[in-house]
């Protein structure tokens, strides 16, 4: 998912750097300090499972659980990302320096996206795992659609390349979905106040930096 330096045209490049700062603003100023640490974790988590990564035209397919991130984390996905993927860039060369506000906001805005309508299903046991599995699913649908029509808008002749780059994500839309969908329930069973949600289920507020 990460978009390579030298394709995009100045105002997306722009466009991207000034959607990247103020996302990251406000996740910064709705992430609890009591979740310092998970918001750590998770972004280490997205440094990790991104490493692994498929070239795809001028892009590339690898896990992204931005939409677990978004869920846990809310706007706080947006300085966990912005970190994992300069951390990227200085020590692999993944992406660039002048795509980083592009990239940043089609992996955290598209899991914002994909899973902020499924977050309130959490504190039901009955629709968790669907919530989970939705989430991961439609946060890497909403990103490969991003990053597709990124391309398409920078040069019409990139459409082929879009389809190309939003066909390979099929399948990391599947397993991002189950992958969420476990972690969900498993976090859902040993450590419940990480999703924000009592023991019994229930709801316990805005603290996820929503």
């Known amino acids: ?10 105002p997306i490049l722009l466009g991207g750097a000034v959607l990247a700062v103020a996302g990251t603003a406000i996740g910064l100023k ?10 750590a974790l998770l972004g280490a988590a997205f440094f990790v499972a991104s490493l692994v990564h498929v070239p795809v035209g001028p892009g590339s397919a690898h896990l992204l659980l931005n939409g677990l991130m978004a869920l846990i ?11 994992a993927l300069v951390l990227q860039a200085l020590f692999f060369q993944f992406g660039g320096f002048t795509v980083l506000g592009v990239n940043v906001v089609v992996i955290a805005g598209s899991g ?5 309508f499924f977050r309130q299903w959490l504190a039901s046991p009955a629709k968790r795992a669907l919530a989970g599995f939705l989430a991961g699913f439609l946060s890497v649908a909403c990103a490969a659609l991003c990053m597709a029509l990124i391309l398409v808008s920078t040069d019409q002749h ?7 780059v939003f066909g390979a994500h099929l399948p990391v839309m599947v397993v991002e979905g189950l992958i969420t969908m476990f972690v969900v329930q498993f976090l ?14 229930k709801g316990r507020g805005e603290k996820n930096g929503f």
């Open 188 to 201: 859902a069973r040993v450590q419940p106040e990480i999703l924000n949600i009592a023991p019994d289920g």
């Open 30 to 39: 709705k992430i609890d300090q009591e979740r310092i640490m998970t918001t």
């Open 73 to 83: 984390l809310g706007w706080g996905c947006f300085p966990a990302i912005l970190v």
């Open 158 to 164: 990139f459409l082929a390349t879009a389809k190309v």
């Open 112 to 116: 914002l996206l994909g899973s902020f």
């Open 1 to 10: 998912m990460h978009l390579a330096e030298g394709i995009l045209s100045g």
